[in-house]
């Protein structure tokens, strides 16, 4: 029998939320362990970290999308990254003079949809897991990267703000005796 | 979809690194630290999606409504089969597990499974307790990909 006015849920919605619902589990499980904020924003930066390195083969087998000719081609790829996997589109601003830092504005998080911060957690930047996935993603084509939140919604800034610093450009290093 | 990446490595980086064979901690507690998890993400989510819903019947109607709608929601797909024995049983059968379709399909690492089942035991513990009814939730599989979900309802 089916049921009268059921209304069709959105997939789309609803994957979001699971996603969201899920991550906010997970950090609360992370605090309850090392009831320690700094602690915290490590092992979030870690996961991050994990799971960007294997995302990025996702993300090229997705877009095929070639080498970035400077760091700009890179802000923009990210940026694409962002609509794809968390259908936000951040801006991408305040660039450094020399050009090798920018920061990822966020108007909207998704991952903190249904957050507030408890009291006394003011060091928990909690949508860190960004930040490491950046990183992880990044290495894998050969940039190091840092990557660290300045700004948070959630801690009561008007936005949230990532900022991505180019380190260096990593070269494939052969093991000993191999050509 | 590209989301669904996303929360599948979501759901392997939690595994891996709450079951971290710390010296401290056994393995029974990292199982019940990630049930714990799916608990909170079920509970809340149930409570989303059954906003407009009209109140179900009985028990049968909501495990038939776990099966179905939520199942697919998370997990992209009905559940295969569905058995109870009418007092407070019901064995919840999925052919193609989504958590378990990237493993080898052999018996080989059947030992390293039940870390990819805690989460969703704890899922369907926390969506049905939203729901009113209190259960044990246990998961087994023989030959992966498939694996059975067995919810025994606590009565009082």
Known sequence: MSRQGMRSTDPKKVNSELFTLTYGALVAQILKDYENDDEVNRQLDRMGYNIGVRLIEDYLARTGSGRCYDLRDTADKL???FKMYLSITPSVTNWSPAGDEFSLI????????FVELPEGHGGLKYSNILAGVLRGALEM???????????????????????VKFLKRLEDAMPVGED | MADDV?????????????????????????ISKLEQIGFCTGYRLVERLTK?????????????????????????????????NHQGVYVLQDNRFRFLTQ??????????????LAFTCGVVRGALSNLGITCIVTAEVFSPPTCKFQVQVQRI
């Open chain 2, 103 to 116: 493993l080898s399909q052999s018996k080989q690492y059947i030992e390293a499974t039940p870390k990819y």
């Open chain 2, 52 to 84: 407009d819903w009209p109140r179900f019947k009985d028990e049968l109607d909501t495990m038939k409504f776990i099966c179905k709608e939520f199942w697919s929601c998370i997990y992209k797909k009905q559940i295969d089969n569905l058995r109870t």
């Open chain 1, 141 to 163: 084509v050969q940039l190091e990267v840092a990557a660290w939140f300045v700004q948070d919604q959630l801690a009561g800034d008007s936005c949230t703000e990532l900022r």
């Open chain 2, 6 to 30: 996303l929360f599948e490595l979501l759901h392997m980086e939690m595994t891996i690194s709450i079951f971290q064979p710390d010296q401290s901690e056994s393995k029974r507690s990292s």
């Open chain 1, 106 to 113: 966020l108007e909207n998080n998704p991952l903190t949809e």
């Open chain 1, 79 to 81: 940026q694409m990254a």
